[in-house]
């Protein structure tokens, strides 16, 4: 089952995503570039289809601009799957 969570929480990705381990986000809704070119949002997430089931995506903004797995970047948003997406204390 999808985690769940609101616009303006403050969250960590996981050590276990393959970019961005353990940077500090917001959940927030997308900017209009990517909601317009990427259907399916509603709000801050979208669900896709995937072999394992429905996966559910948030768009986060990062505290600090992080580059991807392939070095790429520095991106300042990115959607993440839920299942990488950790509520940040304080």
């Not at 990062?62 to 970047?73: K, L, S, T, V």
């Amino acid at each position: 089952m999808a985690k769940e969570f609101l616009i303006g929480d403050r969250v960590r990705i996981s050590e276990n995503h393959h970019w961005a381990k353990r940077a500090l986000a917001i959940v927030a809704e997308p900017p209009a570039a990517v909601a317009e070119m990427v259907n399916g949002w509603e709000g801050a997430w979208r669900t896709v289809e995937a072999v394992k089931g429905p996966l559910r995506f948030y768009w986060v903004e990062f505290e600090q601009p992080q580059r991807d797995a392939d070095g790429d970047g520095p991106y300042g948003g990115a959607e993440i799957d839920s299942e990488y997406l950790l509520l940040a204390e304080g």
